[in-house]
């Protein structure tokens, strides 16, 4: 069974930084892509970005492109979220996810991944 557990959320003043963590569960860690996705209350869950399983390949919704950056450490089986430029639209719950085999996971869509961690929430000040 996978697990994944998100953390580093918290409260944060518009144009500031949050790093966000996702530790992974289990010795295939390294063999998945990896994705993190956002909901905001009243809305659906959105991708935001995602890293292949390797590290080679990454993308990033529009919404957070050249602001946010994507990175993982297999020898930690943790993925992260570096947020930076943080504006009140950016306040969500974030969560992590794990991409199903093959190449889907490039394409952003929930069914494209498999496991879900539980979130953390991340608030943005004005």
């Known amino acids: 069974q996978v697990q994944l557990v998100e953390s580093g959320g918290g409260l944060v003043q518009a144009g500031g930084s949050l790093r966000l963590s996702c530790a992974a569960s289990g010795r295939t860690f390294s063999n998945y892509a990896m994705g993190w996705f956002r909901q905001a209350p009243g809305k659906e869950r959105e991708f935001v970005a995602a890293i292949s399983w390797s590290g080679a390949n990454t993308k990033y919704a529009d919404s957070v492109k050249g602001r946010f950056t994507i990175s993982r450490d297999n020898a930690k089986n943790t993925v992260y979220l570096q947020m930076n430029s943080l504006n009140p639209e950016d306040t969500a719950v974030y969560y992590c996810?794990?991409?199903?085999?093959?190449?889907?996971?490039?394409?952003?869509?929930?069914?494209?991944?498999?496991?879900w961690g539980r979130g953390t929430q991340v608030t943005v000040s004005s």
């Open positions: 996810a794990r991409g199903l085999p093959g190449s889907s996971w490039y394409t952003g869509f929930r069914e494209s991944y498999d496991y």
